[in-house]
């Protein structure tokens, strides 16, 4: 099994930056890539970005395409995002998801790592 662990969350003020970390452990040698989802109070979890464990494949939803930045260092098993330029309505709880061979939905979750952002 896959465990996830994600840090970095905080305040920030809007147009600020926080950089997330997800930090995986267990049979990291079966994921095949990573993903950032969020969840704002009251709304359902919507997708943020996704990188390839195995290659360097990146995409973005549209709404971060130009301020976020996903990467990753396979030597630490440590997935990042850097995100720049904040608004309020990006508060939320930020999670990372792993997909893994052998599995068609996400093989692990992290707990979870709140962001929020002062107007």
């Known amino acids: 099994q896959v465990q996830l662990v994600e840090s970095g969350g905080g305040l920030v003020q809007a147009g600020g930056s926080l950089r997330l970390s997800c930090a995986a452990s267990g049979r990291t040698d079966t994921m095949y890539a990573m993903h950032w989802f969020r969840q704002a109070p009251g709304k359902e979890r919507e997708f943020v970005a996704t990188i390839s464990w195995i290659g360097e494949s990146r995409y973005y939803d549209d709404s971060v395409k130009a301020r976020f930045t996903i990467s990753k260092d396979n030597a630490k098993n440590t997935m990042y995002l850097q995100m720049n330029s904040l608004k309020p309505e990006e508060t939320a709880v930020y999670y990372c998801?792993?997909?893994?061979?052998?599995?068609?939905?996400?093989?692990?979750w992290g707990q979870g790592t709140q962001v929020t952002v002062s107007s």
């Open positions: 998801a792993a997909r893994v061979l052998g599995k068609s939905d996400f093989g692990a």
